[in-house]
């Protein structure tokens, strides 16, 4: 069985890629491929994945109306998943007024991204309407 560490492992080893999957009202699942990165909880403190998305994206519309996600990372043959809860974040209203452009820089780096210019990358986020989608891991699951 997997734990925290092997989600850890995976989602450094490289960049953040993984498939996220959520349901759809009918049940079905939508699956995509996405940046992804390990990263404290801006609440809680707790050990959760973070993934940035815009703000009509159907993966947000299945959170919103779920409330939990999956993720699985790949390395070759070998793999980790994790299952759990899964918070929207779409306001400045974060603990330690960090804010949500600071937030999504954040996350963006938690999943191996780089930028020449923050401040356009900020510019970029708002004007995408780009919000964070934080999962906190309830199982953890992989062929590690």
Do not use: Q
């Amino acid at each position: 069985m997997a734990d925290f560490e092997d989600l850890h492992r995976f989602a450094t080893d490289e960049t953040g890629l993984c498939v996220v999957a959520t349901t759809r009202s009918d049940g079905s699942v939508h699956a995509s491929v996405v940046n992804a990165g390990l990263i404290a909880h801006p609440r809680t403190g707790v050990d959760s994945i973070a993934l940035v998305v815009r703000d009509d994206s159907a993966k947000l519309r299945h959170v919103r109306r779920a409330g939990c996600l999956s993720i699985t990372f790949r390395r070759g043959w070998r793999w980790v998943g994790c299952e759990g809860p899964a918070e929207v974040l779409d306001t400045d209203d974060l603990v330690g007024g960090a804010g949500l452009a600071s937030f999504l820089r954040d996350v963006f780096t938690a999943a191996g991204g780089t930028h020449d210019d923050w401040d356009t990358f900020d510019r970029v986020m708002v004007d995408e309407g780009r919000v964070a989608i934080v999962v906190t891991p309830h199982r953890i699951l992989g062929a590690t």
